[in-house]
């Protein structure tokens, strides 16, 4: 297991039209998280997983956006009905939680670069 | 609410030499940890150090050290011996220890010239 990946690495899509990340963890970890990433700007969180439950959600996430990782295994971020706001970076990251309940270092995916036109 | 605040868009630095990135953060929790990323213009995040609300000693990683000062609510990176490669965003992060939403700051560009 080398790192995070994410897949597609470049989205470009019609307005209106709904997209699907894929992220894929290290395989041990079990916290996942959903950051997006605008030019310029740090990465924004937008969601957090423990194994399969979704714990948090930043009000970024909008009812177009969902998330889901079955099986607490690959995580999927889904924006439905998408906007010209929505073109940014999506990045995934992973951590292992330790005995203490607190995780340090996140390591991050490449990204999934969402253009929509 | 919870924030980090970088002032430096953008930071010169010779080669070899050391160079100090500032960030402050605002948070009422009493644990929390803190964060610096490196993000190269290829894109990924590098993690580079980690400094918990609750050490004493500020935290070291090879050429990166943290400047923890809690009372200032400050916690600046230090880069020592700079080298070219050292070109690149560079964020500050914090995440609460209740709670996982961890924040970011707007980040800093260090240019490290020859």
């Known amino acids: 297991d080398t790192g995070v990946s994410q897949n597609p690495r470049h989205k470009i899509t019609k307005r209106g039209q709904n997209v699907t990340f894929r992220c894929d963890p290290i395989s041990e970890h079990n916290r996942l998280y959903w950051y997006r990433q605008t030019l310029g700007q740090g990465p924004e969180f937008l969601t957090y997983?423990?194994?399969?439950?979704?714990?948090?959600k930043s009000r970024l996430l909008s009812d177009r956006f969902s998330a889901e990782r079955p099986k607490g295994s690959f995580s999927t971020l889904e924006i439905q009905r998408t906007e010209q706001g929505d073109s940014a970076m999506y990045l995934c990251?992973?951590?292992?939680?330790?005995?203490?309940?607190?995780?340090?270092?996140?390591?991050f995916g490449p990204g999934t670069r969402l253009t929509v036109t | 609410a919870q924030k980090i605040t970088q002032t430096q868009p953008g930071m010169f630095v010779q080669e070899k030499e050391a160079v100090t990135l500032d960030c402050t953060y605002d948070?009422?929790?009493?644990?929390?940890?803190l964060f610096w990323y490196k993000q190269p213009s290829s894109g990924e995040m590098i993690f580079l150090i980690y400094?918990?609300?609750?050490?004493?000693q500020n935290a070291t990683e090879g050429r990166y050290s943290l400047n923890f000062q809690k009372a200032r609510k400050s916690a600046n990176l230090v880069i020592s011996a700079s080298q070219l490669g050292d070109s690149a965003m560079y964020f500050c992060?914090?995440?609460?220890?209740?709670?996982?939403?961890?924040?970011f700051g707007a980040g800093t560009r260090l240019f490290v010239k020859a």
């Open positions: 997983f423990q194994n399969e439950a979704q714990l948090e």
């Open positions: 948070t009422s929790d009493q644990s929390y940890g």
């Open positions: 400094q918990g609300s609750y050490d004493e």
């Open positions: 990251a992973s951590s292992q939680v330790t005995g203490t309940g607190y995780d340090y270092e996140q390591y």
């Open positions: 992060a914090m995440s609460p220890r209740r709670g996982f939403k961890t924040i």
